[in-house]
T-cell receptor, first 116, second 117 residues
Framework: DTGVSQDPRHKITKRGQNVTFRCDPI?????LYWYRQTLGQGPEFLTY????????KSRLLSDRFSAERPKGSFSTLEIQRTEQGDSAMYLC??????????????FGEGSWLTVV | AQSVTQLDSQVPVFEEAPVELRCNYS??????LFWYVQYPNQGLQLLLK??????LVKGINGFEAEFNKSQTSFHLRKPSVHISDTAEYFC???????????????FGTGTRLQVTL
């Protein structure tokens, strides 16, 4: 396994601009998760997919956020009209599922977003 | 709703000393429990997990954790730490779906383990 891959690793953007992050899960992992982590805090759940279906979204995922996984493989997380409060690390994770094989969730290195 | 409390935000310890990082959870249903480690500017790496069976779980890098259902705790321990163990440690809990799979993870706020000579 090559691991969960995220791109870009770092992004600095001006307030009001749109940004998009990409996540490539481990091959054959049909579950994909997005989390957000701010400094000094634990990761907070945003949303998750099983194959191409988005099964759950957190209340943290405002209407400026949208996530897609069009072919059940890679996923994108787009933030429109960024605000300074969006500055955080966005973590992607994947797992095999359903079933007990899905009980190990593997995380990527994260994408850091700084909104100036 | 689930929640995870990590009582210690920072734990300083000398190299080769034992350490315990505390984790308590709140849930009205059966759960799975996890410990992850995060090194600076990196993602999270799974240390160990409790799904069922023996309440003492052994993980990577010499860490172990004990599930205590009556105290709703899942404390992480290592008998002798190394400088390289300096990192942020996160406890997490998940519901169990009817397929036996873990659902989304709910994390604690983390404990910074600082190992010094």
């Amino acid at each position: 396994d090559t691991g969960v891959s995220q791109d870009p690793r770092h992004k600095i953007t001006k307030r009001g601009q749109n940004v998009t992050f990409r996540c490539d899960p481990i091959s054959e992992h049909n579950r994909l998760y997005w989390y957000r982590q701010t400094l000094g805090q634990g990761p907070e759940f945003l949303t998750y997919f099983q194959n191409e279906a988005q099964l759950e979204k957190s209340r943290l995922l405002s209407d400026r956020f949208s996530a897609e996984r069009p072919k059940g493989s890679f996923s994108t997380l787009e933030i429109q009209r960024t605000e300074q409060g969006d500055s955080a690390m966005y973590l992607c994770a994947s797992s095999l599922g359903p079933g007990r094989r899905g009980n190990t969730i593997y995380f990527g290195e994260g994408s850091w977003l700084t909104v100036v | 709703a689930q929640s995870v409390t990590q009582l210690d935000s920072q734990v300083p310890v000398f190299e080769e000393a034992p350490v315990e990082l505390r984790c308590n959870y709140s849930s009205s249903v059966s759960v799975y429990l996890f410990w992850y480690v995060q090194y600076p500017n990196q993602g999270l790496q799974l240390l160990l997990k409790y799904l069922s069976g023996s309440t003492l779980v052994k993980g990577i890098n010499g860490f172990e954790a004990e599930f205590n259902k009556s105290q709703t705790s899942f404390h992480l321990r290592k008998p002798s730490v190394h400088i390289s163990d300096t990192a942020e440690y996160f406890c997490a809990v998940s519901d169990i779906l009817n397929t036996g799979t873990a659902s989304k993870l709910t994390f604690g706020t983390g404990t910074r383990l600082q190992v010094t000579l």
